[in-house]
């Protein structure tokens, strides 16, 4: 039996800093931290956690974790500083290979992520995701990532939570009422091609696996007696929008509807929503070796008329547990109710955890009991589970919210400028649940695995991963 994939994750903007170190190029986070009013406080990726120059470090709290794999992304505009194969810069490559090798030498898996929103501002300029010239963009920088890192990774992420991706890419576009589907499209489309790419020219040598992150809440009915709110609920997940054309080929037939009946009805013409060409459904159909799934919260769906146009209202219950952002609430019965949605609507699929955890705000205590309440009740069980990632190794920088909210297992002291990393209380929580491999049966009293012992050993086939 396989071993199980113990993981925490980051991503590459969020942590690496060195904005114009070695060759870099600007990415479109860098131009919008720098754009006034956009960011909590002011603040910037430009130094961010310094991973770039503090691979040591990392990987000794990895080490305190004792993840069996760590999840991070490569920086596009790092390696391909205008987006294109015209430049590639050495110095962004080296940088991934000397942290790759730290990982292997420390015995964790490195797990790569090609795409966590950092697109080169160069390809923005003219239309990032909305141009479909990206699409080879993308294939292109893929093919320079595997054919450099592949022989030392063999777990592959395409895209980070596209559905994210299409959100922030409708907000500096032109054409805000069309973009968001024809960025999806493209995303499915990229995403294809580099999976087609790794399956046909790097699979047979390198041996690894390649998939797609997806991510959602889950969505209960406010009223679930009333069946335009459980509609309204079932409408809400966007786990189709992308795991639809991935693993069917194409969009579903309520998606299409739906979109074209609105669009019909604000005097469009045709459909927002692009058409697959059948050709098109039968490349993308089957582009995964696994299902990511990246999870943290659950809403209160009710249904919207308006004009006889059907919407979905949110909100949450006011007795969730709250954390450090307004949008997460403590809410575990959710996931275990997407997995199972996941499980039955795509066919039993191999699932990876790519990203779960709780933020918090304010003044740092290092006694993050909430951390570890999340942790303890939403890990699961019922579905085919391969790997769990916890969000995220550190505190960092958590996008437009700045620094201000802070899902790391370890702070970083921002006012001492070597950038301390202080492990929190549920560093000791976590390690000791990957040393059991899960949670040991209470009924039979403490197991020695919840014992940490420098360098431990690894513990298998004595605890279960549900409480």
Not at 258 to 268: D, P, T
Not at 432 to 445: A, E, K, S
Request: hydrophobic share 35%.
């Amino acid at each position: 039996m396989a071993r199980f994939v113990w993981s925490v994750a980051t991503a590459s903007y969020q942590i690496e800093g060195a904005w114009r170190a070695d060759g870099k190029g600007l990415s479109i986070w860098d131009a919008f931290t720098h754009t006034a009013f956009r960011i909590a406080n002011y603040d910037t990726g430009d130094i961010a956690c310094d991973s770039y120059n503090k691979i040591s470090e990392d990987v000794e709290m990895l080490k305190k974790l004792r993840v069996n794999h760590y999840r991070f992304s490569v920086s596009w505009p790092r390696i391909l500083p205008d987006g294109t194969t015209r430049q590639i810069n050495q110095a962004g490559l080296n940088h991934y290979h000397r942290l790759v090798d730290a990982l292997l030498a420390a015995n964790i898996k490195p797990q790569v992520t090609l795409y966590h929103w950092d697109l080169p501002q160069a390809l923005q300029n003219v239309g990032g995701w909305e141009n479909d010239t990206i699409i080879e963009r993308f294939r292109d920088y893929a093919d320079v990532v595997f054919s450099n890192l592949g022989d030392k990774v063999k777990f592959w992420i395409t895209i980070n939570e596209p559905y994210n991706v299409l959100l922030l890419c409708s907000g500096i576009s032109s054409r805000p009422g069309t973009a968001p589907y024809i960025v999806g499209h493209n995303l499915i489309k990229a995403h294809a091609e580099a999976w087609h790419l790794y399956n046909d020219k790097y699979r047979a040598k390198q041996g690894g696996i390649v998939g797609i992150t997806i991510n959602s809440d889950w969505a209960e009915p406010r009223n679930p007696y009333k069946q335009e709110d459980i509609d309204a609920a079932r409408r809400f997940l966007e786990i189709g929008w992308f795991a639809h054309p991935v693993f069917n080929g194409d969009y579903s037939d309520l998606m299409k509807n739906r979109i074209r009946e609105r669009s019909l009805a604000g005097g469009r013409p045709i459909s927002r929503l692009p058409e697959f060409t059948p050709e098109e459904v039968k490349r993308i159909k089957g582009t995964h070796d696994y299902f990511g799934f990246n999870h943290y919260t659950t809403i209160l769906a009710s249904n919207l008329d308006f004009k006889n146009l059907q919407g979905v209202g949110t909100i949450y219950d006011r007795t969730w547990l709250n954390s450090g952002s307004t949008w997460l609430k403590v809410t575990p019965p959710g996931f275990r109710k997407i997995l199972n949605f996941i499980k039955n609507e795509y066919g039993s699929p191999p699932i990876y955890i790519t990203e779960n955890g709780i933020s918090e705000r304010g003044d740092m205590d290092l006694n993050d009991v909430h951390r570890i309440h999340y942790y303890e009740t939403y890990l699961i069980d019922g579905v085919d589970i391969r790997g769990y990632t916890a969000w995220t190794l550190m505190d960092n920088l958590e996008w437009a919210a700045g620094f201000d909210e802070k899902f790391g297992f370890f702070y970083v002291n921002h006012s001492d400028p070597s950038l301390p990393r202080i492990p929190k209380k549920s560093v000791t929580y976590y390690a000791t649940m990957i040393n059991c491999n899960g949670f040991p049966d209470p009924l039979q009293g403490p197991h020695e695995c919840q014992t940490l012992e420098p360098e431990g050993k690894f513990h298998q086939n004595i605890c279960s991963l549900v409480q």
